[in-house]
C-alpha cells in the first residue's frame, strides 16, 4: 500500500473503534506518558486537539494542567507553516481542516521555548516514521525542532511502510 492507501485504511478503522475500548485505551496510554521521563522532565508541552478517532487529547491536556504545566496547541500558517501557542479553552475557532486551534488573542511560542511535542499520526512504523494527515505540517515542523517529541497510538496503527527523505521520526511511540 502506497501512503494514501495507508491513511484511508487507517481512518476507516480507526472510525469503526468500539468508544468503550477506546476510552479504555486512552486512558492506558495517558499513564504511559505521565510515568515518562520527557512528560516528567517537560515544563511546556504541545500537543494537539484530536479528531473523535484519535487519542484522546484532552486527557493529556487535563492532567498536564493539573501537573502545573503550560500546554500549547498547534495553529496553522498560511504557505503550510505551523505555530504553537498557549491553550485556553475559550479562544479556540476552527482551522481550515475543522481542527480545533488558538484564535489571533494567543501568540505563538518560539519551538526553543517547548520542551516536549505530542505528534499525531494515522500510521507509524518501527523506526518511530509517521504517517500523517498528508499535509507535512509536522515534519516541516520538527525538522528544526531541538526538543524531546512522543505519540500516543493503537496497536492497529503499527504499520511497516518506507518513509520519505523528508519525514522526521517521532522519539518515542506509546503504543496499546
Given at each position: 500500500m502506497n501512503k494514501k492507501e495507508i491513511r484511508q485504511h487507517l481512518i476507516k478503522s480507526l472510525k469503526t473503534q468500539?468508544?468503550?475500548?477506546?476510552?479504555?485505551?486512552?486512558?492506558?496510554?495517558?499513564?504511559?506518558?505521565?510515568?515518562?521521563?520527557?512528560?516528567?522532565?517537560?515544563?511546556?508541552i504541545a500537543t494537539y486537539m484530536a479528531l473523535a478517532f484519535e487519542y484522546n487529547t484532552q486527557l493529556l491536556i487535563e492532567r498536564a494542567v493539573k501537573d502545573g504545566k503550560k500546554i500549547l496547541i498547534p495553529r496553522t500558517q498560511p504557505q503550510g507553516e505551523m505555530v504553537f501557542a498557549p491553550y485556553h479553552p475559550d479562544y479556540l475557532v476552527k482551522s481550515q481542516f475543522g481542527i480545533l486551534e488558538p484564535d489571533g488573542r494567543q501568540k505563538a511560542v518560539a519551538s526553543s521555548e517547548i520542551d516536549l511535542i505530542h505528534v499525531p499520526g494515522l500510521a507509524f512504523n518501527p523506526k518511530g516514521f509517521r504517517i500523517g494527515f498528508g499535509k507535512g505540517y509536522y515534519d516541516r515542523y520538527l525538522g528544526n525542532f531541538k526538543g524531546r517529541t512522543f505519540s500516543t497510538i493503537y496497536a492497529r496503527q503499527r504499520i511497516e511502510f518506507q518513509e520519505d527523505a523528508h519525514d522526521i521520526a517521532v522519539m518515542e511511540v506509546f503504543s496499546q
Amino acid at each position: 500500500m502506497n501512503k494514501k492507501e495507508i491513511r484511508q485504511h487507517l481512518i476507516k478503522s480507526l472510525k469503526t473503534q468500539g468508544q468503550k475500548e477506546k476510552a479504555g485505551l486512552d486512558k492506558l496510554l495517558l499513564e504511559e506518558v505521565i510515568k515518562s521521563r520527557a512528560y516528567q522532565d517537560s515544563q511546556v508541552i504541545a500537543t494537539y486537539m484530536a479528531l473523535a478517532f484519535e487519542y484522546n487529547t484532552q486527557l493529556l491536556i487535563e492532567r498536564a494542567v493539573k501537573d502545573g504545566k503550560k500546554i500549547l496547541i498547534p495553529r496553522t500558517q498560511p504557505q503550510g507553516e505551523m505555530v504553537f501557542a498557549p491553550y485556553h479553552p475559550d479562544y479556540l475557532v476552527k482551522s481550515q481542516f475543522g481542527i480545533l486551534e488558538p484564535d489571533g488573542r494567543q501568540k505563538a511560542v518560539a519551538s526553543s521555548e517547548i520542551d516536549l511535542i505530542h505528534v499525531p499520526g494515522l500510521a507509524f512504523n518501527p523506526k518511530g516514521f509517521r504517517i500523517g494527515f498528508g499535509k507535512g505540517y509536522y515534519d516541516r515542523y520538527l525538522g528544526n525542532f531541538k526538543g524531546r517529541t512522543f505519540s500516543t497510538i493503537y496497536a492497529r496503527q503499527r504499520i511497516e511502510f518506507q518513509e520519505d527523505a523528508h519525514d522526521i521520526a517521532v522519539m518515542e511511540v506509546f503504543s496499546q
